[in-house]
């Protein structure tokens, strides 16, 4: 049987979104299974968050997500176990592609940051990793002491 590959902050994709400049504004398109590597099964936004506010603080099971900052800055942070990558997103036409099992963080850096989430699940709180520490064990790693 072969062993499935373990997810990595190295599958964490940050990228530059397709973009259509016109003179009377920019369009940016994206569509399940051509812009993403995923259906779209939910999208939702967050925004409001103060002081610069920390979100996210969790890892899902089975579910992969596109983040898009709409406005303002969004630091996020991607964490495997083993190593973490820090993402800024500054532009709607940035996106970064966070699959399951990677622990993310989001730091807000202002009122008026407005992160966009687009998801292959609906929201099942079941998906849901809230502790770092049952990540880490799920993930089958050991503290070195």
Same mark, same amino acid.
């Given at each position: 049987?072969?062993?499935?590959?373990?997810?990595?902050?190295?599958?964490?994709?940050?990228?530059?979104?397709?973009?259509?400049?016109?003179?009377?504004?920019? !369009?940016? %398109?994206?569509?399940? &299974?051509?812009?993403? %590597?995923?259906?779209?099964?939910?999208?939702?936004?967050?925004?409001?968050?103060?002081?610069?506010?920390?979100?996210?603080?969790?890892?899902?099971?089975?579910?992969?997500?596109?983040?898009?900052?709409?406005?303002?800055?969004?630091?996020?942070?991607?964490?495997?176990?083993?190593?973490?990558?820090?993402?800024?997103?500054?532009?709607?036409? *940035?996106? !970064?592609?966070?699959?399951?099992?990677?622990?993310?963080? *989001?730091?807000?850096?202002?009122?008026?940051?407005?992160?966009?989430?687009?998801? &292959?699940?609906?929201?099942? %709180?079941?998906?849901?990793?809230? &502790?770092?520490?049952?990540?880490?064990?799920?993930?089958?790693?050991?503290?070195?002491?």
């Amino acid at each position: 049987m072969a062993r499935r590959k373990q997810i990595n902050v190295d599958d964490v994709l940050f990228y530059n979104m397709r973009t259509i400049i016109e003179t009377n504004g920019n !369009l940016v %398109p994206i569509e399940s &299974n051509y812009d993403l %590597p995923f259906p779209i099964r939910r999208v939702f936004y967050i925004y409001g968050v103060r002081d610069e506010g920390k979100r996210g603080n969790h890892a899902h099971f089975k579910t992969k997500q596109l983040l898009i900052c709409l406005n303002g800055k969004i630091e996020v942070t991607c964490k495997d176990g083993y190593r973490t990558k820090t993402f800024l997103l500054e532009s709607p036409q *940035q996106g !970064l592609i966070i699959p399951e099992m990677i622990w993310d963080e *989001q730091i807000y850096r202002g009122e008026d940051a407005v992160l966009l989430v687009l998801s &292959n699940k609906k929201y099942d %709180p079941k998906d849901y990793i809230h &502790n770092y520490e049952e990540f880490k064990n799920l993930k089958n790693i050991k503290d070195e002491k």
